[in-house]
């Protein structure tokens, strides 16, 4: 996929984005904006758009950190990383395992834990322009490999 900027004037308009992305994702996506951004609004799309939930039945895992839609073979992760401070907690979530079964992994809040992320992933980033309208920028990327000391 290569890279797309798109602009939602409404909620609704970001779910069908996401329901029209949908068939093109795999493995790792990281939902990258501010609070309010409309990450989980996407997320909604997304999972509909594969199948297997309606936007209805997508909440915000802010407490439970993690969400499976679908069937082993077929699921949907949606994980909220927001309330998570440190890396050794992230790790107790297996992550690892998720991103190794080449599972649909949406994540939010997760470029705050670089190192623990795949280094090829989409990233969709998300840009609140004003109360309605939304900047999306979609792309695929391979960052270098992260080391614990920038020199
Ligand atoms: N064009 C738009 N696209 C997405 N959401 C929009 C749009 N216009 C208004 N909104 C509103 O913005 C809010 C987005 O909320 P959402 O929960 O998706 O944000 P989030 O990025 O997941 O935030 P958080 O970091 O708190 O999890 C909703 O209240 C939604 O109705
Ligand atoms: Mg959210």
Do not use: C
Request: proline share 4%; net charge negative; charged share 25%.
């Amino acid at each position: 996929m290569e890279s797309s900027t798109h602009l939602t004037n409404s909620e609704e308009e970001t779910i069908e984005l996401g329901r029209s992305l949908a068939p093109h994702l795999s493995g790792a996506v990281l939902l990258i904006g501010n609070l309010g951004a409309g990450k989980t609004t996407m997320t909604k799309g997304i999972v509909e758009g594969r199948g297997v939930a309606a936007v209805e039945e997508v909440s915000s895992p802010t407490f439970t950190l993690v969400h499976q839609y679908g069937t082993s073979d077929n699921p949907v992760f949606h994980i909220d990383l927001y309330r998570l401070d440190e890396a050794r907690e992230v790790e107790t979530l297996g992550l690892d395992d998720l991103f190794a079964s080449g599972a649909l992994v949406l994540l939010e809040w997760a470029e705050r834990f670089p190192a623990l992320l795949p280094r090829d992933r989409t990233e969709i980033r998300l840009k609140a322009l004003d109360d309605d309208s939304r900047e999306i920028h979609i792309t695929h990327v391979t960052v270098p490999h992260v080391t614990d000391t920038v020199r």
